[in-house]
């Protein structure tokens, strides 16, 4: 027989540590989304019913779209991209996976796991997008999928050409799948007038709701392909029509994440109160002012800032110093924790929801100059907070607390 195993509990430890996870993600989460991820329901019945009609309707105004098909699922955002794809490719399927850093190979090899035919369009995701040659890898391949990353945190860059690879999508009949995990929220995406066909998201980044909760939301073009599709997807969970009965009809699919559902809705609610507006301008100002404390600390920003995202931002060490080692004294001495990256020499920080707080910014560059002085380096770590500090606008940067 196994016997027993005794554990003290994470309150005793973990909990206690008071870590500022300024990060790639998870994010920090106000003190509403942690209370109302400590409540649970039945996840069928009338209270529900307004729960998720509600969320559904904020998650309409985060993605600025009309459509009714916007379904959530438990998974991170990998697996409401999963969602996407398997309801809209099979073996059939021909995709076009544009591919500028780790998370677009990692849609292309979702898409090739569903044994659909796969073409990668590689480009340098810190240059100019070249649309003139993604135009003619689309009118040569013709797709009927075209995977592309919104934001890709790997190497902390911007597609600004989304819009117009959306338009060619339509052009050439091919439904366009969005990876836009750490823009929803942070960055102006609006689905409608842009044009996509199927966006998602984690709950964990910009909207600073838990890890383990997503989104997805269809166009009525891509609804139409999934409702005449001849195919079952071979992910039961995933499966867009089983899900679609329990957001829209009300009936059993599997037992639905409810904490992290009623963290979503005041996650969303938080967000529409603040407006999108205001809070895509919070996020360009405080990533604005790390971006320029960054480099008066001696560190090198990865991206140049036509294609630079703003909601991660990734920079490089001065010469001779470790970046595992970097991040575990910023982690160990400082009780900050920033994100290495996929075995690319940079480090990076999130500046996504409740991470463009001034608090949190200044407790950020503290940590970071001071740990660049233990390592030898001289910052006037005090005059750039102080600088920094200054930047930043209290009144349109208040905490939800």
């Known amino acids: 027989m196994i016997e027993a195993r005794s554990c003290p509990p994470l309150q005793q430890g973990l909990f206690r540590r008071d870590v500022l996870l300024m990060g790639a993600g998870p994010v920090p989460q106000p003190l509403s989304v ?4 400590m409540h649970v329901a039945s996840h069928l019945g009338p209270d529900m019913n307004d729960v998720l ?10 993605f600025q779209t009309a459509t009714p098909w916007i379904l959530g699922l438990a998974g ?8 996407a794809l ?23 090899e979702m898409a090739a796991r569903l044994q659909a035919g796969v073409e990668v369009f590689r480009f340098d995701g810190h240059a100019r997008f ?5 135009e003619q890898h689309l009118a040569r391949y013709r797709p009927d999928l075209v995977t592309v990353v919104h934001g890709e945190t790997s190497s902390t860059t911007i597609n600004h050409a989304l819009p117009a690879i959306a338009a060619l999508c339509g052009r050439y009949d091919a439904l366009s799948v969005v990876d836009a995990v750490c823009t929803v929220g942070t960055t102006a995406l609006p689905m409608d007038a842009w044009q996509l066909d199927a966006v998602f998201c984690g709950g964990q980044k910009g909207l600073s709701s838990i890890p383990g909760v997503s989104l997805v939301a269809f166009s009525d073009r891509a609804w139409e392909r999934i409702a005449r599709r001849d195919f079952r997807p071979a992910h039961w969970c995933l499966d867009a029509a089983l899900a679609q009965a329990f957001w829209h009809e009300r009936r059993y699919h599997y037992t639905a994440p409810v904490n992290g559902l009623f963290a979503l809705h005041e996650a ?29 600390l001696g560190l090198t920003l990865a991206a140049p800032p036509p294609t630079r995202l703003h909601s991660v931002i990734g920079f490089h060490l001065p010469d001779g110093l470790q970046p595992d080692a970097f991040v575990a004294r910023m982690r160990d001495l400082h ?8 075995g690319l020499p940079l480090l990076r920080v999130g500046q996504m929801g409740e991470q463009c707080r001034p608090q949190a910014v200044l407790r950020l560059v503290s940590a970071l100059g001071h740990c660049l002085r233990q390592a030898g380096r001289e910052p006037d770590v005090d005059g750039i907070v102080d600088e920094t500090a200054a930047r930043l606008d209290s009144r349109e940067l208040m905490p939800n607390d």
């Open 34 to 37: 942690r209370q109302a991820n």
């Open 53 to 62: 009609d509600q969320l559904k309707d904020m998650a309409r105004y985060a």
């Open 76 to 83: 991170p955002g990998s697996a409401a991209g999963e969602m």
């Open 86 to 108: 398997a309801n809209l490719a099979n073996a059939r399927s021909r995709v076009l996976a544009v591919v500028g850093g780790h998370f677009g190979a990692r849609l292309a």
């Open 130 to 134: 070249p649309i003139d040659r993604f």
């Open 268 to 296: 969303l609610r938080l967000l529409n109160e603040e407006t999108l507006p205001a809070r895509i301008e919070r996020h360009r100002a405080s990533s604005a002012a790390v971006q320029d404390a960054l480099p008066k």
């Open 335 to 342: 009780r900050v924790e920033i994100s290495t990256t996929f």
